[in-house]
């Protein structure tokens, strides 16, 4: 396993992190003793990352990580959030430390090495939506460096959905130390320029303003759900549905656009089209680490040893070019343009 810098946090952080919410679902959905295995194993197999929430399982998979790390007695770096209701943005600073002090209670520990706003980020506050505004940050910051004063919490960040605009204002001007950014194969337009009438979000290159920035950047959605295996079938402990995030209008429609990477399998780029996903997201130097989110056992081992192969070569890389351009091609021709 390499480790990269998070960001100027002073951190190293395995190029895999763990994700424990309901998309692979092991520390949501899984038995304890099966949970602990997993999580053991990624630890023997380098990964010290793990990134959680207090949205996942109501809770269940902070109480399910931490009573893992305390049977193991591991010494990991974890991460959690905090997603803020309309309610709460009346009361920004009171609700983010009330939630702090609650994912630290399910958690047993004194204090977290990350903590982020799990709130996406428009340039106003968009309450029915639950997003806060740039103006709301601020008081974000300053709940968070409470929490820093208390040692309740090391370091603070982002999350990296919502106005691309607010986005590249938010990573720039915040203070945050990290962002959460969305990446994948069908959607790389965080770390890669876009195509003309590209169809989905463009952040235009967010994830190298944040570097530029010394933020340190969080892949999220590498394998945009579980699409990105090319197939729909889900594991027992997966979420039942995912909705898309910056990509198609359905988790089929994104599994159908997944297929048009089978080149990398087919010329041997890649040993399959998730070795293909994950290799893609850690080809970004910029990447301080990509999250995947696991539901058994083999799936962690499976997630390393792709890792291990290290990026894309170059060539697979210019090739993954002309797919994307072809998706705003088409995009054109369904809307008659």
């Known amino acids: ?17 763990f994700g424990c919410g309901a998309v692979g679902g092991i520390l949501v959905r899984g038995e304890q003793l099966t949970a602990t295995r997993v999580v053991e194993r990624a630890i023997e197999l380098g990964i010290n990352y793990f990134d959680t929430a207090r949205i996942y399982g109501d809770g269940a998979s902070e109480t399910n990580l931490g009573l893992a790390l305390q049977e193991l007695g591991a010494d990991v770096l974890v991460g959690t959030k905090v997603r ?4 709460e943005m ?17 958690l047993g520990r004194e204090y977290v090495d990350l903590i982020q706003l799990h709130n996406a980020v428009g340039l106003l506050r968009q309450p029915e939506r639950e997003w806060v505004g740039l103006g709301d940050l601020e008081r974000v910051a300053q709940a968070f460096q409470t929490l820093q004063e208390q040692g309740k919490v090391r370091f603070w960040g982002i999350n990296g959905l919502g106005e691309t605009e607010a986005l590249h204002q938010a990573v720039t001007s915040s203070g945050a130390y ?3 950014s969305c990446y994948n194969l069908l959607n790389p337009t965080a770390g890669v320029k876009a195509p003309p009438r590209f169809p989905f979000q463009d952040y235009q290159q967010l994830i190298d ?8 950047v969080i892949a999220i959605r590498v394998l945009a759900g579980g699409a990105l295996s090319g197939t729909a079938e889900r594991h027992l402990l997966g979420a039942d549905s995912v909705s898309p995030i910056a990509s198609g209008r359905s988790y089929q429609e994104d599994v159908e656009r997944a297929r048009c990477f089978a080149f990398l399998v087919e010329d041997s780029y890649a040993g399959n089209l998730v070795e293909a996903a994950i290799r893609f997201a850690i080809s970004k130097a910029e990447l301080s680490t990509a999250l995947v989110g696991f539901s058994s056992l083999e799936q ?10 290290g990026p894309l070569p170059a060539e697979a890389l210019g090739r993954c070019k002309e797919v994307w351009a072809s998706f ?3 995009e054109s021709e369904e809307n008659g343009i």
């Open 300 to 309: 962690v081992e499976q997630a390393v040893a792709c890792v291990q192969k």
């Open 209 to 216: 303003r944040a570097a530029g920035s010394q933020v340190g």
């Open 1 to 17: 396993m390499r480790y990269r810098p998070l960001g100027r946090t002073g951190l190293q952080v395995s190029e895999l992190g």
């Open 90 to 106: 009346e009361c920004i600073h009171e609700a983010i430390v009330e939630s702090a002090e609650g994912s630290l209670r399910r």
């Open 178 to 180: 990290t962002i959460q």
């Open 84 to 87: 803020l209701t309309a309610a």
């Open 328 to 330: 705003a091609a088409d």
